[in-house]
């Protein structure tokens, strides 16, 4: 019974959050900017400022930290470019600049996984559709 209703808490703080940010645009930007500028420095902002509002595009949420952590080590660079040609030494971006690779990995970094890994048995997975359904 606990993991149902903590699924359904999450489940509801999501719709929540994703109402808060279609329904203030302005005010969930400068919130989510605020807390990334904590997390990567100001002099990163460039790279994790969107042009776009909260949700017009898919929002990526990194709740241990890790990716803020890679981000901001001492072994990493962040550029942020389009991408014009691959070659046999590296990226050619729009800008004109190169960057030099041994190894290009295609990926979006995101792992996923269906109801937070947990056993679905026919009746609980009816169950749950039945929720969203209604709820919707």
Partial sequence: MYFIVLRYLYIGLTLFSYGV???FPAFAKRVLLKKTEESVGSANMKHFTPHY????QRLCFAPDGDF????????????????SRINNKGIELKSGSAINTDVIVFATGLNLS???????????????????????
């Fill in 21 to 23: 940010c279609r329904t």
């Fill in 53 to 56: 509002s909260p949700w017009d």
């Fill in 114 to 136: 269906f109801l937070g890994k947990i056993q679905v048995n026919s009746w609980c997975e009816w169950a749950l559709v039945q929720h969203v359904v209604d709820a919707w």
């Fill in 68 to 83: 803020f952590n890679a981000v901001t080590s001492n072994n990493v660079s962040v550029v942020t470019d389009h991408i």
